[in-house]
């Protein structure tokens, strides 16, 4: 849960700063690609450990008792 929360959060920081480079606030653009990129990657992270997850479930599902 705290993964996807964090996540969310870096994505909605993500967004306010692309809207503050756009209404010409105070960000820059260089900040607003930063934490652009920080949440590509950590949206990037959080994937990939879904994706192991759901292979080793299937990996467990497989296994014969």
Aim: proline fraction near 0%.
């Amino acid at each position: 849960k705290t993964m996807v929360a964090q996540t969310n959060e870096q994505q909605q920081a993500a967004d306010q700063a692309l809207q503050q480079v756009h209404s010409g606030g105070e960000k820059n653009l260089h900040d607003a690609m930063i934490s652009m990129e920080k949440a590509d990657i950590s949206l990037r992270y959080m994937i990939q450990v879904r994706n192991k997850a759901i292979d080793a479930y299937q990996e467990v599902m497989r296994m014969q008792v």
